[in-house]
């Protein structure tokens, strides 16, 4: 299994970033997939969460409205577009295996870090 995440960067405030994450090594077409973070010094947060068919995705409500997540599943891909991007989206952004439910303990990848900042 593996999960790699893509598309951190440092970004104004105001600005917008896409996130991607490659998976490979499990039925990605059959997974619901889930994108958590963790701030500086602080413990890790769930962000949002799609099923299998990408249908129903459900979002923190810091993030409803401004963030989107999708997925390829002919490309086995994960994504996470971030629109109007202020301080406290700052911290790193993991891809998980995981649903709402378990999002606490499901695998992640390494991380990409995001960084909003004048």
């Known amino acids: 299994v593996q999960l790699v995440e893509t598309g951190g960067a440092l970004v104004q405030p105001g600005g917008s970033l896409r996130l991607s994450c490659a998976a490979s090594g499990f039925s990605f077409e059959t997974t619901t997939m889930t994108w958590v973070r963790q701030a500086p010094g602080k413990g890790l947060e769930w962000v949002s969460t799609i099923d299998s068919l990408g249908l129903s995705p459900d979002y923190r409500n810091s993030v409803r409205g401004r963030f989107t997540i999708s997925r390829d599943n002919a490309l086995n891909m994960l994504y996470l577009q971030m629109n109007n991007l202020h301080g406290g989206d700052t911290a790193v952004y993991y891809c998980?295996?995981?649903?709402?439910?378990?999002?606490?303990?499901?695998?992640r990848g390494q991380g990409t870090q995001v960084t909003v900042s004048a």
């Open positions: 998980s295996i995981a649903s709402r439910a378990d999002w606490i303990t499901g695998y």
